[in-house]
């Protein structure tokens, strides 16, 4: 698995960099604890794209989409606007 992560972060790098995807990262079921390893049940990623099917196409070439890491027959994508927002 751990080869699977550094191929997926490697393969999101110029997505990130060109500002097509702004974050990214698990969803857990509760917050971690400490000495325990987080409770992964998805993954959350905010796109910036045109259209459902941009952010579909570049989903499709992931290896986590390719390899079965992500129940593809979950996915979800969501048009949104935000509101307010914060610096990181």
Do not use: C
């Amino acid at each position: 698995m751990a080869d699977l992560v550094s191929d997926h972060l490697a393969a999101l790098k110029p997505s990130v960099e060109s500002g097509f995807f702004v974050f990214g990262g698990a969803s857990l079921d509760e917050p971690v604890k400490e000495g325990e390893g987080p409770k992964i049940n998805g993954s959350v990623m905010v796109a910036v794209a045109e259209s459902k099917e941009e952010v579909l196409d570049k989903l499709k070439a992931d290896v986590y989409y390719t390899s079965g890491v992500w129940d593809v027959e979950k996915l979800q994508i969501f048009p949104f606007k935000s509101a307010i927002r914060s610096a990181l």
